[in-house]
């Protein structure tokens, strides 16, 4: 083998790698472009927002009450909320198909549209 | 010349090959999920509603469409929002006697309420004597004193306090399950003791779930899972003949693990899980839950959480608040005189403890 027949073969290696590369993180942008998060109030849509941009949006209601929602990385999460239980900061950051994060008091729901199935049907609390 | 172009070619088609390999074992696993998650897309349906029980409610189907899913749903919800109704021990409904109206009555006179309400009081007795009074319902009186104390701490926790040893044993004078008076006949409650209450949290919710369940299937509802605030019930299962996977919530909630455990739950199959990490109140640093132990009026501290999985959400969860009253070795005990019923410790440190049978009832394939 020549040397040129080297140089030949790593370049089309390592052309090869980055379409492949390039391929899988094309797919994975699809799914995660395609999800978002839908922030509703006492039943009424309040905002959608996508997944896979970082954004803290602050939720305020006209009595003082408020829930922040943080999405990162793909996930949406309540890192701060006015009401007494904190049941809703407790709960981990949702990604999955119809995930929902709840405040009972402030009659929030955050709900994942158009995410990865998850293969969990429910889970106990 | 030749030579080179040749070369060229097979180092071409080698190349190819390699990728070609390795892009089929991808796409295969790819196209696989892809197949799956669309022929789930097409007919799975969550509704999820915040109304019901103070907590929330899940619904998932699956139907050949989106219309059939709704009427379901609708149908669950509303046997749901009756029981929630009747089972209430806060709220006023016009037109409605329920929990609340028979405890504002206590000690004056008997509350005309529906049978569905004497019979879940009935089952409430019922629990208390088989579970050795680990369950009480009567027991209102000194629960009350600690939701007012939880949801003073809540909105204050600064000066969060502990009720007195005192006014919790004042109050344990007024608990005495035969001070429940039930007239079937006359379809009546009466609470002889005018200083008791009923407290129905630790098995209504259960209660309601199976009474919901049963009525949906006499309407011939199938492929539903129900996950009413943790009590998770379904009948049949999902479109593909799978089983429904549920997971059991790591009650260390800071963990990256979010599931103690998971597995497929048979048509029927019911699982409810209690802890001490969800509704609590903290003083001085130190958290108290929300379940009270009849024999010590204070938080049980043995567990960090406990699940029972049988087939009958209203003994699960009855079974699950009574267990977490009760050391290791007596639950351990109560769960293998009971057929059909298993249960998973979760101590405060994390340690999971399973009853003999757990795996028979679960399906740990998936």
Redesign the interface.
């Known amino acids: 083998m020549k040397k040129n027949?080297v140089i030949?073969?790593a370049s089309?290696?390592i052309i090869?790698a980055i379409s492949?590369l390039a391929?899988?993180l094309w797919?994975k942008q699809s799914t995660t472009d395609k999800s978002y998060v839908r922030v509703e109030v006492d039943g009424k849509v309040y905002g959608t927002y996508p997944l896979n941009e970082e954004r803290t949006e602050k939720i305020q209601f006209e009595n003082g009450s408020y829930n922040v929602l943080v999405i990162k990385d793909g996930k949406a999460d309540i890192t701060e909320a006015s009401c007494?239980?904190?049941?809703c900061v407790?709960h981990?950051p949702i990604h999955y198909s119809?995930e929902?994060i709840?405040c009972?008091p402030n009659?929030l729901?955050v709900?994942v549209v158009g995410g990865q199935?998850n293969?969990?049907?429910?889970?106990?609390? | 010349m030749k030579r080179k172009i040749i070369s060229c070619i097979l180092i071409i088609i080698f190349i190819a090959a390699v990728a070609y390999v390795l892009l089929s074992k991808r796409g295969v696993d790819d196209t696989d999920v892809l197949i799956q998650s669309s022929q789930r897309d097409s007919n799975k349906y969550t509704a999820t509603v915040i109304d019901l029980f103070d907590t929330k409610t899940d619904i998932i189907g699956y139907t050949d469409s989106e219309e059939q899913f709704n009427k379901d749903a609708d149908q669950v919800v509303s046997d749901l929002q009756y029981y929630n109704r009747i089972y209430d021990i806060y709220n006023d409904y016009d037109g409605i006697n329920n929990v609340k109206t028979i405890n504002d009555n206590a000690g004056d006179k008997p509350v005309t309420v529906d049978k569905e309400l004497i019979d879940m009081i009935k089952f409430g007795k019922e629990m208390y004597y088989e579970t050795d009074g680990r369950i009480n319902i009567a027991m209102g009186a000194v629960l009350s004193i600690w939701h007012e104390y939880r949801e003073a701490g809540l909105d204050n926790p600064a000066k969060a306090k502990l009720p007195t040893k005192e006014e919790l044993q004042e109050a344990n004078q007024h608990t005495n399950i035969e001070d429940i008076i039930i007239d079937e006949e006359n379809c009546t409650v009466f609470l002889k003791d005018g200083k008791m209450s009923l407290d129905v949290g630790g098995i209504a919710k259960g209660y309601a779930v199976q009474k919901a369940v049963d009525k949906a299937k006499k309407h011939g509802i199938s492929n539903i899972l129900l996950n009413v605030g943790g009590n998770i019930s379904c009948i049949g299962a999902r479109a593909d003949g799978t089983n429904f996977m549920v997971a059991i919530q790591n009650p260390d909630l800071e963990s990256d693990e979010l599931y103690a455990d998971s597995f497929g739950i048979e048509d029927g199959t019911c699982v409810v899980s209690s802890g001490d990490y969800q509704r609590f109140y903290e003083v001085d640093g130190k958290r108290y839950c929300h379940i009270i132990n009849p024999d010590t009026l204070f938080p049980s501290e043995e567990f960090a959480q406990i699940s029972i999985v049988t087939k009958d959400s209203a003994f699960a969860d009855a079974y699950s608040t009574a267990l977490f009253n009760m050391t290791l070795e007596e639950g351990k005990e109560f769960i293998s005189n009971h057929d059909g019923v298993e249960a998973m410790w979760v101590k405060p440190d994390g340690t999971k403890v399973y009853s003999d049978g757990f795996d028979n009832l679960v399906d740990t394939d998936n």
């Not at chain 1, 007494?84 to 049941?87: F, L, N, V």
């Not at chain 1, 293969?119 to 609390?125: R, S």
């Open positions: 027949d030949l073969i089309l290696l090869c492949l391929i899988k797919q007494p239980d904190q049941i407790r981990m119809d929902s709840v009972l009659k729901t709900t199935e293969e969990i049907d429910a889970t106990t609390n």
